[in-house]
């Protein structure tokens, strides 16, 4: 079992940046692909990024790519989401998830976390 737990979340400012983290608990942390989602008001949960669980591949969503960067410290058992150039549609909350068997372009996660809310306002 991986209990996830999200933080990092807040109010900026179009075109700032945010870090999110994801911190795992459990000695199994390394065998699972790790992926961020979001849900914005009124709409459905949506992919953002995953990292498998080596850290050797990344797959973004096209709307995020080239501006959030996903990455993992196996160590600290923690995911990050490096969120650059945010626009006003960023606006969601952001859930982190584990998969342990699909691949990080089609995941359907096993847990989830209880998600951080980032607001891109002026």
């Known amino acids: 079992q991986v209990q996830l737990v999200e933080s990092g979340g807040g109010l900026v400012q179009p075109g700032g940046s945010l870090r999110l983290s994801c911190a795992a608990s459990g000695r199994t942390f390394s065998s699972y692909n790790i992926g961020w989602f979001r849900q914005a008001p009124g709409k459905e949960r949506e992919f953002v990024a995953a990292i498998r669980r080596n850290g050797d591949s990344t797959y973004y969503a096209d709307s995020v790519r080239g501006r959030f960067t996903i990455s993992r410290d196996n160590t600290k058992n923690t995911v990050y989401l490096q969120m650059n150039s945010l626009k006003p549609e960023d606006t969601a909350v952001y859930y982190c998830?584990?998969?342990?068997?699909?691949?990080?372009?089609?995941?359907?996660?096993?847990?989830w976390g209880q998600g951080t809310q980032v607001t891109v306002s002026s």
């Open positions: 998830a584990a998969d342990r068997w699909s691949p990080i372009a089609a995941m359907i996660p096993d847990y």
